[in-house]
């Protein structure tokens, strides 16, 4: 599956986003999807993970109560809304495809495509 991710921007600390995700490929509904995000000189992080049918979810203790994700499988669409964003969220988030829940959260991501930026200022 290919996917492409957009809707970030700059925004303040507070404010909100909503990220998309558009993927490509007839098997889409078969997927776990996720984001993850990376700020400059620091790891990979798992921020959110949503099953194939949309039923269950989950999300880094850092970022719960404030994101939620979902998905269109009819659309082939992933989406992010970011809400009560702070400074340290700021970095370029990834939407990406896994088999499994528990894959997605280990970082056992099959594939992703470009990211897309989200800088929140102070």
């Known amino acids: 599956v290919q996917l492409q991710a957009s809707g970030g921007g700059l925004v303040q600390a507070g404010g909100s986003l909503r990220l998309s995700c558009a993927a490509s490929?007839?098997?889409?509904?078969?997927?776990?999807m996720g984001w993850f995000r990376q700020a400059p000189g620091k790891e990979r992080e798992f921020v959110a993970a949503?099953?194939?049918?949309?039923?269950?979810?989950h999300y880094a203790d850092s970022v719960e109560g404030r994101f939620t994700i979902s998905r269109d499988n009819a659309k082939k669409m992933v989406y992010l809304q970011l809400n009560s964003l702070k400074p340290e969220d700021t970095a370029v988030y990834y939407c990406?495809?896994?088999?499994?829940?528990?894959?997605?959260?280990?970082?056992?991501?099959?594939?992703w495509g470009q990211g897309t930026q989200v800088t929140v200022s102070s």
């Open positions: 490929g007839r098997t889409f509904s078969n997927y776990v």
């Open positions: 949503i099953s194939w049918g949309g039923g269950t979810t």
């Open positions: 990406a495809a896994a088999l499994t829940l528990k894959a997605s959260i280990e970082g056992g991501f099959l594939s």
